[in-house]
């Protein structure tokens, strides 16, 4: 038990589909990210959240929108994927992004199959 | 870019064998993170590195962060069955919040 639950652990959905991933974190931290994990590839980073507000976005296409209502929870909403998007999407929190507070504790994630 | 390599890519060792695996940057890194996955779940953090030479330990597991900055090992002994998995290595150069993760050392152990 990490203190980070993603859901639903599995996804299938077609390319016309409207989905949401949901992250929640227990461990009072202040920065959440979102990470996409493809085979044979390493971690991607996709958007960090610190104190609620959008602080990064790494060239993410527009079919993924996240959302951070409050520090303990986080979505990705999706829309119109495409099969490339298939992946492991992993969820993340800190306390701070810098400096010792930096260890980022990571959700079991959330397998994801566009067909 | 950054980037890490961690090598080797994969492992095979029998049961009982002491373990190294290291992670090299081109550039300077402020902090070390190593990180042990297993199949469907994610990344738990094993060992925090924050200073050059800093050796810590998390039971049979060692890592050192190392002199140049721009290294980090990682050494398990007496390895077990339920040390397989992936681990990776992941760095954050002070002023960028974000990690680098290297691209994993499989480990496997061989009956």
């Known amino acids: 038990e990490t203190g980070v639950t993603q859901t639903p652990r599995h996804l299938v959905m077609g390319m016309t589909n409207k989905k949401s991933l949901k992250c929640e974190q227990h461990l009072g931290h202040n920065a959440m990210y979102w990470y996409k994990q493809s085979a044979k590839k390493p971690l991607e980073l996709m958007f960090v959240?610190?104190?609620?507000?959008?602080?990064e976005n790494n060239s993410v296409p527009s079919r993924f929108s996240p959302e951070c209502p409050n520090s303990s929870h986080l979505f990705l909403h999706l829309h119109t994927l495409q099969p490339e998007d298939s992946a492991l999407y992993l969820c993340?929190?800190?306390?701070?992004?810098?400096?010792?507070?930096?260890?980022?504790?990571f959700g079991p994630g959330t397998r994801l199959t566009v067909t | 870019g950054q980037q890490l390599n961690q090598s080797p890519q994969s492992m095979f060792i029998q049961e009982g064998e002491d373990v190294s695996m290291n992670c090299t940057s081109s550039?300077?890194?402020?902090?070390w993170l190593w990180y042990k996955q297993d199949p469907g779940e994610g990344p738990v953090l094993l060992i925090a590195l924050y200073k050059a030479g800093e050796l810590t330990s998390n039971g049979r597991l060692t890592a050192q962060f190392g002199i140049t900055r721009k290294d980090s090992f990682l050494n398990i002994s007496a390895s077990i069955p339920s040390d397989v998995g992936i681990y990776f290595c992941?760095?954050?150069?002070?002023?960028?919040?974000?990690?680098?993760f290297g691209t994993g050392t499989r480990l496997t152990i061989i009956p």
């Open positions: 993340a929190s800190s306390r701070d992004t810098q400096g010792a507070g930096y260890e980022q504790y």
């Open positions: 550039s300077i890194f402020n902090t």
């Open positions: 992941a760095g954050s150069r002070f002023g960028n919040e974000k990690l680098t």
């Open positions: 959240y610190n104190f609620k507000e959008q602080t």
